[in-house]
Every structure is written in C-alpha cells, then in structure tokens.
C-alpha cells in the first residue's frame, strides 16, 4: 500500500478516500483543545519499533487502541481532537480498504471509527457529516439521514448536510420512478427534496446547478412558475449554459408552449449555440410543424458536430417530412454508408424511393433492411404495403401473416423479447397496438381482393383485443360490407358494438349513420343528437360533424350547414377545421356551388397542404369539369403519393389523365382503381370511357355492365343522381354498336 498523507479535519469529509502518513505527536499539537480543556494523559509505555512508511495502515489497525502514546478514550466530557483525529484516520484506511479492495467487511469497522472519534470530539459538525456520508455511499441511507438531521439540530446551516439530505431524496425519488409498482415519485419526498434544496441555494446563491436540480423539482411537481423562477436565475448566473437554457425550453415545451420553448433558446446568440441546443431547436420546429426552420437548426448541429448520426437522422427526416427528397436520401444514403448494418436508415430510403414512384427500387431496399433485422416491424409492414402497391395482393397477405405470427417480433436492448402474437392472447398494451395495425393492413388487402369473410376475420380479431382496437374493429366490419353492399350486415355489426360497449359514443354515432342510411333517417338522427348530453365539447363537435354529414347524405342541405355551424366553435385544433372546410367543401359541392366549394377546400389546404382526402376530392372535380386539369392532375399526384393503394384517389388520377388525352396512363391508373374498387360503379363506369374512347367497345360495354350492377346494388346515398342514367344509355349504344358490326362482319371481331 502507498504511504498516505493525513488531511486536516475540515477537507475529510469531502474525500472517498484520504492518504495517511504517520506524523509525530508533536503535530497533533496543531488540534490541541482549547484552553480550558485538559488534556488526554499519556500512557507510560516501553518503546515501540517503528513503523515502515509503506505499511500505515496496519500499524494503525495494528495499534488497536493507542499509538504513538494517544489513548483511545477522552473523560466524559472533554473534547479530544487529537484522539478523534487518530480514529478519523483509523476510519479513513478501514473505508479505503472497503472501497479500493472490495472488504465489506471493513465498513463497520470504519463505522465504529467514526463513532470512537465523535466519542472524543461530539460536536464535530465534519465528523458527523463524515460518518452520514459514509452511511449514505455504503447504502445505510436511513442512518445517513438521521445522522444529518442530528447535525442540523445544533448547526441548522451546516451546508454538507442539507446536501447530504438532498442527495438521499434525490436518490429515493429516482428509485421510486424506477420501480414497477410506483407512477410517479412519492408527495412527500420530493417535498422533502424541494425543502432541502430551498435551504440549499439560500446558503449558497450563486450555485448554477443547485437552482437547476430545484428548478427540476419544482417541475415534478408541476409548479411551472417557481420552476421557471430558478432556472431564469441560472440563467442570470451563466446566461448561455446549455443545460440552463435546454432545462427551461423543457419546461415551456412540456407546459405547452413551444413557441416560448423556441424563444428561449433562440435569446441565445446562433455562435454562442452548443450541437444540443441546435437540435433540441430543430424538435421543437418539426413539433409546430415548421421543417424548414426544422431543417436550418439541424443543419447548425451538423455544422457544430459533423458525423453525429442522431443528428444526421433527425435532418434526413425533417428534409423528408418537407418533401425534399432527393436532398433527404442523400443524408440517409450517408448514414447508411456510415452504418451497413442500421435497417432503420434502410426503410427510410425504400420510403422514399416508394414517394419516387420507384417501387420495385423500394421493395428491394426494404428486403435488405429485413436481411439485416428479419423482425422489424417497419420493414416487414412497408414490404407488405409496397407489394399491395404493385398489386401483388396475395404476396402481401402472406408477408401480414407472417408478421402476425411470429414468435419474436423484436428484440429490445433490454432483453426484453416482445411478441406479437401469443398463443393465450395475453397481450401487452405495446404488443395490442401493432398487432392491430398489421390486422388492419391484412384486412384491407383482403377487402381489396372481395374476401369480405377474410377481411371480417381479421377485424373480428382486432375486436378481441379490447378497447379502442375493438372500435376500429367495429368500424373497419361495418366498411367491409358496406363495401361489398351487404347494408343488412353493416346494420347489423354496428348493432352489435353498440351492444358490446354501450358507453362508446363513437360507436353509437357508427349506428346512427348506418339507420339514416338504411331508411331510417330520423332515427338515426335522433340517436346522434341524443349523444349531445353530458358529451365534452370535443364530443360535442364530432357529434355535430357527423350530423352534418348524414344531412348531406339525405340532401337536407340546410340541416347540414347548420349542424357544421353549431361545431365550428367547437374546432379549435388544426385538424378539426381542417375537416370542417371539407365538410363544408362537399356539402357545396353536391349542391353543385362549385366556386363556394372550391373556397371549403382550399381553405382546408391552407390549413393542411399534405390532406390527401382534400387534395383528391378537389382535383376529381376538376378534372370531372374539364378544367385547371394540370393543378388537378398535381393535387391529385400528391394525394396518390400519400396513399398510392387507395383506389378512388387512382381513379381519381386515371380520370384526369383520361380529361388531358393521356390514355395510356388513365388505363393503367383506372385498371388499377377496378382491382381495388371492384364494387365501386364509378371506377367501372370511367375504365369503360377509357375503353370506348380507345374503341374497345366490346370491353367498354363489359365494364359498363358491372356499373350498372354495382350501381343498383349501392346505397341511394352514394349514387350520384342521373349517372345510373348515363351509363345504361352508353351501355345501350355500344351494344347497338356491337351488334351493326357483328352483323356486317358475321363475327366477332378481337380487342
């Protein structure tokens, strides 16, 4: 062991572990008591040999109760520094051998060294606060507090102690949010933490990050304005310290508001800026929704810390999210350049090479990523969305169950394997959730391919996982045969939820609309305004909305106006009068006041630019008109981009191309609506101009047979008035046609 310095009793405290070195008696002197106090006698003793430098320790713990003539006990009542200061280092060599050799054993022995000590000097504010951080390191912490508190009882100021008692509450309410049985931290120890840390930066004002641990606690407790109180005073001591100004945009961020969370990071000037404070602004900028401010603070934190990969990532995805695309595909080309083995960069790229329209590129990437991590949920879903794009339906569902059934989804760095599917159904909340999603996506393709019991199948699934999955289970159900125009059984499905969750507003709102279109309007309309009573004012509107849509749908045009008007107050988020507009959008535009519903929807757009369902229905009536075909043909394109497997937005696309004479791109869109909608009357009607005007008229007839079907299969609701009317008459000519040249040619000639 290395000779050891001993330090004077006011540094001991502070240290882990302190050196020793054996000094003569004479040096004690220095911490000799006061004046009135008598002195320890001395033991008459025979000569010992000395003790080699190299070996302190032992010849301490070899002493054993005096050394170098000092007795181990002072009389009751007197104060013996320098016996407290040979057990004080006594206690140091037994708590350095505990630390530095592994000796657990020793931590008592250097307890009851501090004892002895205090035995010669009781008031000893370092002694006493020695012992209580021992006790606290050596995980004693009940002893460690009452030790301290014993302490404040004479020296209520003493500034190691409250620290100490800070520490012990500070470690108490980490481990209570680590604990599975606990939510949140415990009212009364964090109180007790604020009240120690109150006390803390009175004593000691100008401490930075004693005002920033308070701010902290303040913020638990969700006192935003005394929190604020501390950290604008840190601030006022280090006016650009990153965690000063990081723990204050925090705190408005998590308060709500990020506009402030943004200022207050932006007061500091951009060179004084660190990469964190950069990219903590770029988070908050894609929160309010703002990539191109997003983008310029990422870039800032590349410029400050090239090659950081969380960096590089979030600026990727904020290109992405503005639709830069090529510019966010060289970023992640980068960092998959930089990391081979990363899936998630991977998927990234296939997603953009899928908004490219590069979907066999796409497919390819994504089966990379799946190489790398064969159970990653994003990969394994976006390859079975790029194979439902390129119409590989069956290849698709086949990739959905597989997801669905394997043993070992993910694995998180924990260990922790998760599962999304188990043979008892005991799911988690996490597990719940993603199963759902690809149930949904399974479903789909499903109702894609007219295997309406398949798809039922699967939503019945999603309805025995409970809850809000249940909901969209219900609701996907009563979709599918509305699809498939089996209107008795949609009825009946929304009975049935009702039934099951009779407290589910949105559920009965989901029966309201199915009565008022199965002929029973007013039932169905008073069922809705029912819900009203009792419903929060966010209930309150989407009660309204869907009022107002069961009006449009009965073409009562006023009661419709005035039940969107009575929720407009209600629409106080983006989203909801982003909806609103194109509720009022359609409810015009059936009225054929096209003008006024082109205002709805570019409102809305205003609102939204990415709002796929505003984008295509705009764009289909002008392409319906014959006018402003190529913002049409733009607005429609991007909605197809957002959601390239929706068949009404690739009709919506075959039918521009079909208005500006492209018809090799309107048949190969319109195609690809019919497999998708194959009960959708429309879809066949326009495939069936595609053919007539590319004289097919043998298919064009064909196509206009299954519209006409179609047609009187669907709800009067969804049947535009006097279409029916048009495609028989057409039907009606191209069969005349047909049969003038069947009867000149005497057969029938190929298309």
Known sequence: MMTKNLLPLSFRPKLAATTLFLVPVAICAQSAPAANTQPAPVKTQQAQPSTPASQPAAALKGAQGTVLGIQNAAPAGEVDRALAYYHL????????????????DEVNQAIEQYKLALNSDPNSAELMNGLADLYFRTGRVHDAEVTARALLKNTPDDIDAHKLLGRIYLRQLGEGESAEASTSPSDEILQQAITEFEKIVSLQPRSVEDHMVLGQLYSVKHDQAKAEEQFKIAQSIEPESEDVVL????????SGDVQQAVKAIEAVPEDGRTPKMEFTLGALFDQLKQPKDAIAAYQ???D?????????????QALLNNDQLDEALKEYKELADANPDNAEVLVHIAEIERRQHKYEDALATVRKALKIDSNSLEAGYNEGLLLDILGHFDEAVQVYKEMLDSPQISQPANGDTRQISHANGAYTDEEKNNRSIFLERLASVYVEQNKIDDAIAAYQQMIDLGGSIASRGYQGEVDAYRDAHQFDKSLDVARK????????????????????????????????????????????????????????????????????????PLATKKEDRTYLFFLRGELAERQKHFDQAEQSFRQALDIDPQNAMTLNYLGYMWADKGIKLPEALTMIRKAVDIEPNNGAYLDSLGWVYFKMGEYELAEDNLRQAVNRDQTDPTVHMHLGDLYEKTNRIRLAAAQWELSLDEFAKSAPADVEP??????????????????REEGSEGQVKPE
Not at 528 to 547: H, N, V, Y
Not at 727 to 739: C, F, G, T, W
Request: glycine share 8%; charged share 35%; no cysteine.
């Open 89 to 104: 280092a006594l206690a140091s060599v037994y708590e350095d051998d505990a630390i530095s050799e592994g000796r657990t």
């Open 247 to 254: 723990n204050l945009a925090r705190l408005y961020a998590e």
């Open 300 to 302: 800032r934190a590349v």
């Open 304 to 316: 400050l810390e090239p090659g950081d990969m969380d960096t590089m990532d979030a600026l990727a």
């Open 497 to 568: 939820a009702v039934a099951a969750d009779p407290k589910d507003r949105d559920l009965k709102l989901l029966l309201a609309g199915e009565l008022a279109d199965d002929g029973h309007p007013d039932e169905g309309l008073a069922m809705a305004k029912g819900l009203l009573d009792g419903a929060t004012p966010d209930e309150q509107r989407g009660i309204w909305f869907a009022m107002g849509q069961m009006d449009v749908r009965l073409h009562r045009w006023k009661d419709a106006e005035d039940a969107f008007d009575k929720g407009a």
């Open 722 to 739: 006097g279409d029916p009317a048009k495609v028989q008459k057409k039907l009606e000519s191209a069969r005349m046609r047909l049969a």
